[in-house]
């Protein structure tokens, strides 16, 4: 005779008896494999921890999750968005609608009145 199973707040129950339903397992990783991978992440990244005041984490993870990145990705694009932007002033050259930016030439003609 088969019976049928019914599952309700994490019950399973078979018409007899009820029993716990078992949680998704995850599959344990190897030490080999945690080694493996370890070393990789040591060879292909470089690690930085920051301390930030409290709420920061939260607040950059919410702006994160606003342009679909990881916390990460959106930590780096900002970082590498600034050092792109710095390198463009410096590299811009000297402007000439601010004299006193400008490097001196020696003396100049006089000027007419």
């Not at 019914?6 to 019950?11: A, C, E, P, S, V």
């Not at 029993?19 to 945690?34: D, G, L, N, T």
Request: glycine share 6%; aromatic share 8%.
């Amino acid at each position: 005779m088969l019976h049928e199973f019914m599952q309700f707040d994490g019950l399973t129950c078979n018409g007899f008896l009820c029993y716990p339903v078992a949680k998704k397992v995850v599959p344990m990783v190897s030490k080999a494999q945690s080694k493996a991978s370890n070393k990789y992440r040591a060879k292909a990244y470089d690690m930085i921890q920051i301390a930030t005041p409290k709420g920061t984490r939260d607040r950059w993870r919410a702006l994160a999750e606003q342009e679909g990145k990881s916390l990460t990705a959106y930590i780096v694009s900002r970082v590498e968005g600034a050092y792109v932007h710095a390198e463009e002033i410096i590299d811009a050259p000297a402007s000439s609608a601010d004299p006193a930016q400008e490097p001196h030439k020696g003396p100049s003609a006089p000027s007419e009145p």
